[in-house]
């Protein structure tokens, strides 16, 4: 027989950011305390709205899964003596597998216990189980109440913990588990009587809550859909505002407010950023794609006194827009180049100056990798006035009261103030990307002052000694690196890592050459990790990752050529023959002592043939290499197998004779560097 098991943690409001991890974290959480106590069961799945973290196990077995192991023991020479007589060793194991040491059994030199463990009841598991998936839950800010020890998200005001229908007894600090669960907090009735899991999604609907956070966000999406279309306008939904009000509401119903038009006028992105990112409203567009003057938000709630509400969100937002509008204002009476002195008010970092500093380091950082791709002249003008600019619109008064608006208002400001649109376009380009997911930088301009910036920071971060360590990265550097990863792959440009990183240090004034040293090799290990991960995302295997990644990652946008031909090369048949006949390559050439290859000492066919290979091959690398065409490199790397396995077949190379010897050994070794600078084929995995 089965039951269903719950367990429901109630709470304060929990943060809306914390809650996806949570409801992971509590379902992987349950299926790992489950096995280690040897529970079956069927599927599990967590469930929860900002008061309430639930799981359900379904079809739980009543009794523990019986344990048979056979556990190994000391040697029976330590354990018996010479009489034969259990030593202290054989006694101590013994008594620590709870078998007596007559029951130890000798095998293979060695003694095992045979232990049986017949299960437990799984009800008098429960309590000890729910506790341990409480206790070993952890959230990015935990807190304490009242004069308790424990720690937890928000303070715990109720539990329900039930098998079938019956209640698991367990206490926590404050709270005992029972089946008392409470509805909406203004909606439903304060305490609601669950006997059952089926009882609870059924008592809770009745009591205005959606404990499914899948349904709330279908019923969210649907009801912002249908609002916007009433309204004969489309909702603009952004992905991670519906996740964060999935988890805001625990009864959703969408509404429409206004605005007035004159907001209109304002930047789009300056309307959107005080709905989305202050207010949590959707805006709305119409079928030309223009913003219309209102909103969707969704009240944790149900429809009565609805234009009430309204009322309330659009005498805020109105208030926000006003704010923006007044700001928009301001700013306009000062032209944006004249705002950059004032950069010289703002710090960038601890002993590295301010802005204004930094923008100076962006004019030269941005240019000479400008002079590094041959960009001409006049795109190095719009990259030289892009980067002065590119900070300017942080003393603003629209970015600073929405600092989201960074990059945004300067392209806007710069527009405002008679710059090229193509310098207004490197103003806002130099921040992408922003985030996980966001858009590159698509003018050559935008690119070259997004990876200086990017670049600047980096090693100005990592000269304090700030790298990221495990989850701590306060300065997004990960971030801005694989950033920088992103553009050169996209962009198709090759450019020195190296030689990046010492410019940004010159630019800093970084003189101490052990620190150039170190920074260069951490800058180094720091970027090769960020590559890493994008093959990975590219389901590249890891072992020709790290084939690729051993030839070195100087020059990124190469390092992903290489990649990119290792995928279609590297699990081919002959390049599964070149690799076993290349490892064998690879350990003899460790053994020479010269690079002077002598064919006068050649002494057979199978030499003269695999060297006449090797030249051959020597040249059509050199060419596809200085071409980037590395499929092909690979393909000719592989077709030496096969005169590679007839000069082992014919030829002894590790004879008496020393010269003949070392030429032999030094063919092998110009062998085995060919493929150097595409990839070490020696870390491939044969199957």
Known sequence: MTKDLFLEIGTEEIPAKFMPGALTQLENTTKAKLAELRIMHGEIRAVGTPRRLAVIVKQVAEKQADKHSENKGPSVKIAF?????????????????????????????????????????????????????????????????????????????????????????????????????????????????????????????????????????????????????????????????????????????????????????????????????????????????????????????????????????????KARLADARFFFEEDQKMPLAERVEKLKTVVFQESLGTIYDKVLRLERLSTAVGKMLDVSQDELDIVNRGAHLSKADLVTGMVYEFTELQGVMGREYALLSGEQPAVAEAIFEHYLPRFAGDKLPQSTSGRLISIADKMDNIVATFSRGLIPTGSQDPYALRRQALGIVNILIDAKYSISLTSLTSHAMDLLGIADNGQRMKLTTDIQEFFRLRIKNVLSDENLRYDMIDAVLAAGVDDIYDTWLRAKAMALEGGTIAMQKAVQALVRVGNLAKNAVSETIDVNLFSTDAEHALYKAYLEARAAIER??????????????????????????????????????NNRLALLKAISGLSAHTADLTKIVTM
């Open 81 to 317: 003596g010479e009489d034969g007589a259990p030593t202290k060793a054989a006694l101590g194991f013994a008594r620590g597998q709870g078998v007596d040491v007559s029951a130890l059994v000798v095998k293979d030199g060695y003694v095992y216990a045979i232990v049986h463990e017949v299960g437990r009841s799984v009800a008098e598991l429960l309590p000890g189980l729910f506790t341990d998936i409480v206790n070993n839950l952890s959230f990015p800010k935990s807190m304490r109440w009242g004069d308790f020890d424990m720690r937890f998200v928000r303070p715990i005001r109720w539990i329900v913990a039930l098998f079938g229908n019956q209640v698991v007894p367990f206490t926590l600090p404050g709270v005992t588990a029972g089946n008392v669960t409470r509805g909406h907090r203004f909606l439903g009735q304060a305490e609601v009587q669950v006997n059952s899991v089926e009882d609870y999604f059924a008592r809770l609907t009745e009591n205005f809550v959606m404990v499914d956070q899948d349904v709330r966000r279908r019923v969210i999406r649907e009801q912002i859909e249908t609002l916007a279309v009433s309204h004969g306008g489309t909702a603009n939904i952004d992905e991670d505002l519906l996740e964060e009000v999935v988890y805001l509401v625990e009864y959703p119903t969408a509404l429409c407010g206004n605005f007035e038009d004159k907001y209109l006028s304002l930047p789009p992105e300056a309307i959107i950023t005080p709905m989305r990112e202050h207010q949590r409203y959707f805006p709305v567009t119409g079928k030309d794609g223009k913003l219309l003057p209102m909103f969707i938000t969704v009240r944790n709630g149900g429809s009565e006194h609805i234009d009430i509400v309204r009322h309330g969100n659009e005498r805020v937002l």
């Open 624 to 661: 596809f290499t200085a071409e980037k065409n590395y499929q092909a490199v690979l393909s000719i790397v592989a077709g030496l197998a096969s005169p590679i396995d007839a000069f082992f077949g014919a030829v002894m190379v590790m004879v008496e004779d020393t010269a003949v010897k």
